[in-house]
T-cell receptor, first 115, second 113 residues
Framework: ETGVTQTPRHLVMGMTNKKSLKCEQH?????MYWYKQSAKKPLELMFV???????ENNSVPSRFSPECPNSSHLFLHLHTLQPEDSALYLC??????????????FGAGSRLTVL | GEDVEQSLFLSVREGDSSVINCTYT??????LYWYKQEPGAGLQLLTY?????DMKQDQRLTVLLNKKDKHLSLRIADTQTGDSAIYFC?????????????FGIGTKLQVIP
C-alpha cells in the first residue's frame, strides 16, 4: 500500500468517550502532521512531528493528544471532546530537505462527529 | 501573522477558463502552492511556484504570481466537470525543513455542464 492512510474514515463519539485516530504513511517521509478542517475556516495546523519529535503544537486543547511511535505512524488520541470539535481531521506527511519545496501528502481524512 | 485569503465559491461553464485568486500577507514566502480537494478526499498538490518566478505553466494550469501585490492566481483552461473541487492556496515562508504552511479557506469550483 502506498500514500497516507487514515483510519477510521468516520467516527461518531460522545463527549465522555475516548477514541483514537490513526495515520500511517508508506512514503518514507520523516515529518508528519495533523490538520483540522472545519467548514468555512482555513485549514488549521494542530501538530507537527519531525523525525519523531513534536516540533509544533499550535495551542491545541489538551483533550487532543498526539503520539508518534515511529516515523511511519501518527495517532491523535481524543478525550472528552466538545461538539465544536466535530470536523475533518487530516493527516499529512512530507520529506524534510535542506532546500526546495516540501510537498505535503495528505490522507483522505477522518470525519469526526461529537454528540 | 500569516494570512491567506480566497473567495469561497466560483461557478463556470464547462469549456470556459476558471481563475481562482488568492492574496497572502507574508512577504517572505518562499513557495506558494495550489492544492485540490475532491469530495471525500484529502488535499492533493496541484502545482507550486517559487517566489522568484512570476508565472508557471503546467498543461491546462497557469499560475501567476504578483509578489508586489502578494497576489496569486490559478487559471484552469478548458475547465472540465472533473475539475469540480475545492482549491486551496497556501504559502510557506521556509525553504526546506518541515512544513509550516498556511492555507486559505479554499475556493469551491463548480463546473456547469
Amino acid at each position: 500500500e502506498t500514500g497516507v492512510t487514515q483510519t477510521p474514515r468516520h467516527l461518531v463519539m460522545g463527549m465522555t468517550n475516548k477514541k483514537s485516530l490513526k495515520c500511517e504513511q508508506h512514503l518514507g517521509h520523516n515529518a508528519m502532521y495533523w490538520y483540522k478542517q472545519s467548514a468555512k475556516k482555513p485549514l488549521e495546523l494542530m501538530f507537527v512531528y519531525s523525525l519523531e519529535e513534536r516540533v509544533e503544537n499550535n495551542s491545541v486543547p489538551s483533550r487532543f493528544s498526539p503520539e508518534c511511535p515511529n516515523s511511519s505512524h501518527l495517532f491523535l488520541h481524543l478525550h472528552t471532546l466538545q461538539p465544536e470539535d466535530s470536523a475533518l481531521y487530516l493527516c499529512a506527511s512530507s520529506q524534510e530537505s535542506g532546500s526546495g519545496a516540501n510537498v505535503l501528502t495528505f490522507g483522505a481524512g477522518s470525519r469526526l462527529t461529537v454528540l | 501573522g500569516e494570512d491567506v485569503e480566497q473567495s469561497l465559491f466560483l461557478s463556470v461553464r464547462e469549456g470556459d477558463s476558471s481563475v481562482i485568486n488568492c492574496t497572502y500577507t507574508d512577504s517572505s514566502s518562499t513557495y506558494l502552492y495550489w492544492y485540490k480537494q475532491e469530495p471525500g478526499a484529502g488535499l492533493q498538490l496541484l502545482t507550486y511556484i517559487f517566489s522568484n518566478m512570476d508565472m508557471k505553466q503546467d498543461q491546462r494550469l497557469t499560475v501567476l504570481l504578483n509578489k508586489k501585490d502578494k497576489h496569486l492566481s490559478l487559471r484552469i483552461a478548458d475547465t472540465q466537470t472533473g475539475d469540480s473541487a475545492i482549491y486551496f492556496c497556501a504559502e510557506d515562508p521556509n525553504s526546506g525543513g518541515y512544513q509550516k504552511v498556511t492555507f486559505g479557506i479554499g475556493t469551491k469550483l463548480q463546473v456547469i455542464p
